[in-house]
């Protein structure tokens, strides 16, 4: 039961740090994962949407939205986020090891 108090609380804090800087993909990201760990599936896909929205390549957050459509049976949906993600792994490791 403290868990659940513990991820509705973040979800609070993370909605007012929303409130304060809409543009803050992280926030949105984290609130994301508090809903999921509360089943807010919906929720969930929503705010790492918006994550994905402000920072395209915030590639955790594909993959994430990835994992809540796969528990949504929306397995098309889940595919694409995969891929994204993948994709965005491998180019990250590709830039680094060029620096």
């Known amino acids: 039961m403290a868990m659940l108090n513990k991820y509705d609380d973040s979800i609070f804090y993370y909605s007012k740090a929303i409130e304060i ?16 760990n509360l089943s807010q599936f919906e929720n969930a896909i929503i ?9 395209p390549t915030y590639a955790n957050a594909y993959k994430n939205r990835s994992i809540v459509k796969r528990k949504l049976k929306d397995i098309q949906g889940a595919e694409e986020d995969l891929k994204k993600y993948n994709e965005l792994i491998q180019n990250n490791d590709a830039n680094r090891s060029h620096i």
């Open 47 to 55: 705010d790492f949407t918006n994550a994905i929205e402000i920072s």
């Open 21 to 36: 800087n809409p543009e803050f993909s992280k926030a949105y990201y984290n609130r994301g994962n508090a809903e999921f």
